[in-house]
């Protein structure tokens, strides 16, 4: 297994690389952008590959996205990939005030229009024909030049994980998502969309976010905020599909229960050790170890991700840090 962080910072990064980390990533919200922050993980890397992982898809123009992306690959040739995310019908209707209709069919028309940018020649007319991105530009300047970039998508439901399997490079998996969601939904679905598009599933890069908490000091407080973490994403009803695979609606129902309330400690009481086995890496530097020896179904590519559901700076800090350490561990094994 290959392994990387979410952007920590230079001087993390510089010690994970060090260590064997092969890729960093980065997400967005209100008060970060996927694309600024892939600006400073190029500059602050040499070998790694860096990328969003992931942008909000369809708050930007197939133009836009491929643009940050030739800029970027000014300063980090060669070691760039494109996380897309859907995002939420609320979030892309009130936050981004952008169309976000049959999103999966979008996000094969997004993912062509781009490709068709990223990878025209020099005074090449760049022409797509689709329903919601059918682009006609005559770019008339010397500024393009193929570039082959991976695009991978943040996908959950088994729609938008064939339609990886149909038209991009590869997915990146949610935090939550158990050995049994990887190979029960993710993989019958990559491979049917494969099949679709006349591809070899077996090429479509399987990476993914994998909570991470370690602390040999305090096991608990990190197991605390691994629950924490776990249990802030299911309040999110999109997630309800992996909930009924596991069986886990009533701890479910207390987590939102409590999210109602205001309540962090009754949410963090109602993921269960089963569930915390099952999504998370936490605990002491052994129990993470048979953790990563014991799961099956790990990505291809984990990015090791400290919880961020109320943890400050510091502790994020030394999680990243334990998790490069534990690494190293692992490695030597």
Not at 15 to 42: I, P, Q, R, V
Not at 49 to 66: D, E, L, M, T
Not at 270 to 296: H, P, Q, S, W
Request: charged fraction near 25%; glycine fraction near 8%; hydrophobic fraction near 45%.
């Amino acid at each position: 297994m290959e392994w990387g962080l979410p952007w920590p910072g230079a001087e993390i990064a510089a010690e994970a690389e060090k260590a064997g980390a092969t890729a960093f990533c980065a997400g967005e919200f209100a008060d970060h952008n996927a694309y600024l922050s892939t600006a400073e993980m190029a500059a602050g890397t040499t070998t790694a590959q860096v990328g969003p992982g992931i942008a909000y898809a369809f708050a930007r123009s197939p133009f836009v996205h491929a643009s940050a992306i030739r800029h970027l690959s000014k300063t980090a040739p060669g070691r760039l990939f494109l996380g897309l995310g859907a995002g939420t019908r609320r979030m892309n209707q009130d936050w981004f005030v952008a169309e976000s209709g049959s999103p999966a069919k979008r996000m094969a028309e997004l993912i062509t229009a781009i490709r068709a940018y990223l990878t025209a020649e020099n005074w090449q007319h760049i022409e797509t024909e689709g329903e919601f991105y059918p682009v006609k530009a005559d770019i008339r300047a010397p500024v393009l030049g193929r570039l082959d970039v991976p695009i991978l998508v943040g996908a959950f439901n088994k729609i938008m994980i064939r339609t990886v399997g149909r038209a991009a490079d590869g997915v990146l998996g949610h935090g939550l998502f158990t050995d049994a969601w990887w190979s029960e939904v993710v993989e019958p679905a990559l491979a049917a969309g494969a099949a679709e598009a006349g591809r070899d599933a077996a090429g479509i890069r399987r990476w993914g976010w994998v909570i991470t908490a370690i602390n040999d000091e305090d096991p608990e407080r990190a197991r605390l905020d691994a629950r924490r973490q776990v249990a802030f994403y299911l309040t999110v009803k999109t997630y309800d599909r992996l909930v009924e695979l596991h069986g886990w609606q009533p701890q479910v129902e207390a987590v939102r229960k409590g999210f109602r309330a205001g309540d962090n400690d009754a949410m963090a009481t109602a993921v269960t050790d089963d569930m915390l086995a099952e999504i998370a890496v936490c605990g002491t530097t052994g129990e993470a170890l048979a953790t990563l020896e014991r799961r099956k179904v790990l990505p291809q590519l984990a990015f090791l991700a400290t919880p961020s559901f109320l943890v400050g700076p510091k502790r994020q800090a030394h999680y990243a840090r334990a998790a490069v350490a534990t690494m190293e561990q692992l490695d030597r094994r």
